[in-house]
T-cell receptor
């Protein structure tokens, strides 16, 4: 598979536990945020997004929290499964600049 | 199935030999973009296109060219590849980047330049 996980911070969790992956963003003008999941050998896949007028959004087993005061984004995965093992990274977009900036990612390792 | 298709998946080439990586999307997206992904650096934008015949430089455009003659295709051209262009490349497309629209990514092209 592709070696995109080198030199990344790693989070190891036990199967069935909840996972929290954090992301700090830099631009206070960013108004749209996305979490992506990248499995080995594959392209990034959309998980969940949130606009800056919200502070929480829930999907299936995933929740994204946005704290604009400290420019912090988190992804919570409930009842983590082995299939959740991947690299997760956040992306931010500014209305002003019309482009995405991506974080370098966190590797999630789910232990059976 | 809605998707972004890149070819080839893997490519090993020699310094200076021109190559093209193709990208095609079937979602009628206006916006397309090329990224390279290197360990510890995340995704960095090479070039993007807002629509047919409209392209612009991203953050790391040196050594690359693109074209957008048709809405569905956005090839990446390396006129004279060098070893520092060894990387994992992703093509992505999106409906309207001006709104809250997420990218759909291709599966990637692993390029090695020796």
């Amino acid at each position: 598979g592709e070696s995109v996980g080198l030199h990344l911070p790693t989070l190891s969790v036990q199967e069935g536990d909840n996972s929290i992956i954090n992301c700090a963003y830099s631009n206070s003008a960013s108004d749209y945020f996305i979490w992506y999941k990248q499995e080995s050998g594959k392209g990034p896949q959309f998980i969940i997004d949130i606009r800056s007028n919200m502070d929480k959004r829930q999907g299936q087993r995933v929740t994204v929290l946005l704290n604009k005061t400290v420019k912090h984004l988190s992804l919570q995965i409930a009842a983590t499964q082995p299939g959740d093992s991947a690299v997760y990274f956040c992306a931010e977009k500014s209305q002003n600049f019309n482009k995405f900036y991506f974080g370098s990612g966190t590797k999630l390792n789910v232990k059976p | 199935e809605a998707q972004v298709t890149q070819n080839p998946r893997y490519l090993i080439t020699v310094t200076g030999k021109k190559l093209t990586v193709t990208c095609s999307q079937n979602m009628n997206h206006e916006y397309m973009s090329w990224y390279r992904q290197d360990p510890g650096l995340g995704l960095r934008q090479i070039y993007y296109s807002m629509n047919v015949e409209v392209t612009d430089k991203g953050d790391v455009p040196e050594g690359y060219k693109v074209s957008r003659k048709e809405k569905r295709n956005f090839p990446l051209i390396l006129e004279s590849p060098s070893p520092n262009q060894t990387s994992l490349y992703f093509c992505a497309s999106s409906a309207l980047l001006g709104q809250a629209a997420a990218y759909t990514f291709g599966s990637g092209t692993r390029l090695t330049v020796v």
